[in-house]
């Protein structure tokens, strides 16, 4: 059974609830794409395991492009016999990287991508608004930030397709990246790691949720900074 869904809540409701997974006889394998957090996953893979289902985590990043295009990378964890098993069907949607041996640290993997793709984009969106504010033209920034030390993945990709264009249809929702950053910094706090530029990175999240709506495409970030900022950062 291969499960992607939004939230921790839906994850262990449909894994655990008197009509999910642990309620059947026909499941021996769980595979989560979602992205829970290890404070979801292990206490889900404990629960499966005494009903006899071995869970294999494996959260994915590259957004709906890589799912179309089979590009997504595939964060596994799990024991070796189980992900031999699911591999080449999560190879059919992704290069799959197999980062531990135990359910929980694929969601650890994910949630340090998601909080520097997130601390990315929001960075980025600062200087572009500040360098716009300063007379210089969007594109030219791009190109030089691109084939300099500042490029990223939000320079490289969400800018030039999203921001600077006006579509702001990247594909991925604001609450969702809100909730990644989140369960970020409350795993960092678990493990007593200080996060002084994730807090920071929270902080625009939480505001870019309540301003621009969690249903809005997280690109909408470089708006708020925007509207602070008093300029327009788009092509000419």
């Not at 098993?85 to 640290?105: N, R, T």
């Not at 572009?128 to 300063?134: I, P, R, S």
């Not at 994730?198 to 301003?211: F, I, K, R, Y």
Request: proline fraction near 5%; charged fraction near 20%.
């Amino acid at each position: 059974v291969f499960f992607s869904l939004p939230t921790p809540n839906d994850v262990r409701g449909e894994a655990l609830n008197a009509n999910g997974v642990i309620a059947g006889s026909r499941a021996k394998i769980f595979v989560d794409l979602s992205t829970t957090g290890p404070r979801t996953t292990i206490p889900v893979a404990e629960a499966l395991a005494k009903q006899g289902i071995g869970m294999v985590d494996a959260p994915v990043s590259g957004g709906v492009n890589g799912a179309r295009k089979g590009t997504l990378s595939v964060m596994v964890s799990g024991a070796p016999d189980l992900v031999a098993q699911v591999e080449p069907m999560l190879a059919i949607f992704g290069k799959v990287f197999k980062v531990g041996d135990k359910p929980g640290q694929g969601q650890a993997m994910k949630l340090c991508n998601n909080l520097m793709s997130a601390s990315a984009l929001a960075i980025t969106s600062e200087c572009m608004a500040m360098g716009v504010k300063a007379g210089l033209d969007p594109q030219i920034m791009l190109d030089v930030i691109n084939a300099s030390t500042g490029r990223n993945s939000a320079s490289e990709t969400k800018f030039p397709s999203d921001v600077i264009t006006r579509r702001f249809n990247f594909g991925f929702a604001t609450a969702l990246m809100y909730k990644d950053v989140r369960l970020a910094l409350q795993e960092a706090e678990a493990l007593g790691i200080p996060m002084f530029v994730g807090g920071a990175t929270h902080m625009l999240w939480q505001v870019v949720n309540n301003v621009r709506g969690p249903s809005s495409d997280y690109t909408e970030v470089a708006r708020v900074l925007e509207e602070w900022a008093g300029v327009e950062i788009k092509s000419n």
